[in-house]
């Protein structure tokens, strides 16, 4: 068999947004308390998960989810986009709501036979298209009580190929600073499903993270900087990381540190960064409480350091610039 094989016939692949989509199967695995350990990962074909209706997972929300992609190359060879770094982060999340944490190896044995038994619908190279793949963790076992913790939980991995989430036109921002997404020492920092109801103020934006650039200033020889805000409740997102160390690789200052309202307004560049977002640039941010609109972008197009950004950031993922930062796995 010629490994691995093309995309599919069967899609429009010009036209990918980020709906679900029937694909090949998902990959599911099962960890009992009282065993300690996980089942090899199973392939299943049928999409619908039968979970009784009693399960913590659908009562007290203990779930917690991942999202990362895999692109196919130039030559036709399917990679995926730091994996390891998306099974630490499930970890994290797990330790925050009692969920046992995969062994880093088990989920990435997980999450590549999801890529590679769905490998036709890796979408083709050369569409800015990929194949999102979405592990979520879920308390599974039936239980009322929350002690002593249930004894099933199940690590589904899903794959859907996609677009990018937003598109790739600037986008308008709103800031709804009168309630939080997540309590200051609560689950912020986990990718737990409640997270993502509600909005934030500058932590992240609802999707994605939050990258503030301001431009290199010619006549004081200071360099281009990007700001990232830093905060206890923030995901640790490897798409802004991946930016980070790409900024660094330019020769760009890099600040991690808690960041204002008020410095809204010396940002010359804002973009959002996620898996599925990519990187969107943001053309406005309306903050409503103040009254206030900053305005980033006059022309429909990414500003300069976004652009940059996006040619290694996407160079690296498609193969198309050498993976000097040992990001890519592949299928
Ligand atoms: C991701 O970028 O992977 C996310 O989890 C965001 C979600 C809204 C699709």
């Not at 802004?240 to 309202?261: D, L, M, Q, T």
């Amino acid at each position: 068999m010629v490994w691995p094989p093309e995309p599919t016939s069967e899609f429009d692949w010009n036209n990918l947004g980020f709906a679900i989509t029937e694909v090949a199967g998902h990959v599911e695995t099962y960890y009992s308390r009282k065993e300690g350990k996980w089942t090899e990962p199973q392939w299943i074909t049928d999409p619908y998960v039968k979970i009784h209706g009693l399960a913590p997972g659908m009562n007290y929300g203990q779930q917690c989810y991942e999202g990362l992609k895999a692109f196919r190359q130039k030559d036709g060879q399917i990679r995926i986009f730091r994996p390891e770094q998306n099974a630490l982060r499930m970890q994290h999340s797990a330790s925050f709501i009692c969920l046992p944490e995969p062994p880093v190896d088990h989920f990435l044995k997980c999450v590549h036979l999801a890529v590679a038994n769905n490998a036709a619908y890796v979408p083709p190279y050369g569409l800015g298209a990929g194949m999102y793949i979405r592990p979520l963790l879920f308390a599974t076992g039936e239980q009322l009580g929350l002690n002593p913790p249930t004894d099933k939980y199940t690590l589904f991995v899903y794959v859907i190929p996609t677009g990018v989430y937003h598109g790739t036109h600037p986008i308008d921002a709103l800031i709804l600073d009168d309630f939080d997404r997540a309590a200051p020492q609560g689950t912020g920092s986990a990718k737990v499903g409640g997270n993502y109801a509600p909005v934030t103020h500058i932590e992240e934006f609802s999707t994605s993270g939050f990258i503030g650039m301001i431009h290199e200033n010619k006549e004081t020889g200071e360099p281009a900087k990007i700001v990232v805000p830093q905060s206890n409740s923030v995901i640790n997102s490897v798409t802004v990381n991946s930016c980070i160390e790409i900024a660094k690789f330019f020769g760009w200052n890099v600040e991690y540190r808690p960041v204002h309202y008020d410095e809204l307004s010396t940002f010359n560049e804002v973009v959002a960064a996620g898996t599925a977002a990519a990187l969107v640039p943001i053309k406005s941010i309306t903050q409503l409480s103040k009254d206030a609109k900053f305005e980033y972008l006059k022309e429909d197009e990414p500003g300069p350091m976004m652009k940059e950004l996006v040619r290694v950031l996407k160079g690296v993922q498609q193969g198309n610039e050498p993976d000097t930062f040992g990001w890519c796995q592949l299928v």
